[in-house]
């Protein structure tokens, strides 16, 4: 969130209006970013997201980091049933 900071805060801020919608709160809102500023991290956890990322600069590492994630997602996280309509 380095020098476009504001702009990512401001795609989460207009997201939580789509957040509210009961298909796509099971999509995780995960932030992935160069800065590691504790200001940037609580404001991304205020405004809903459910993960927050510092980008490693080394690109093996950020692959490992994201396969991490991608698992956790998919394997250890229990989402909610869909509803019939």
């Given at each position: 969130?380095?020098?476009s900071g504001s702009q990512g805060i401001l795609?989460?801020?207009?997201s939580a209006e789509d957040?509210?919608?009961?298909r796509v709160r099971t999509i995780p809102?995960?932030?992935?970013?160069t800065?590691?500023?504790?200001?940037?991290?609580d404001v991304c956890y205020q405004l809903g997201a459910n993960s927050y990322m510092v980008k490693p600069v080394d690109f093996e590492r950020l692959r490992h980091a994201l396969e991490l994630l991608r698992r956790y997602w998919f394997s250890v996280v229990i989402?909610?049933?869909r509803r019939s309509p």
């Open positions: 969130m380095e020098e795609l989460i801020e207009d957040y509210q919608d009961e809102m995960v932030v992935v970013t800065s590691a500023q504790p200001y940037d991290i989402l909610p049933q």
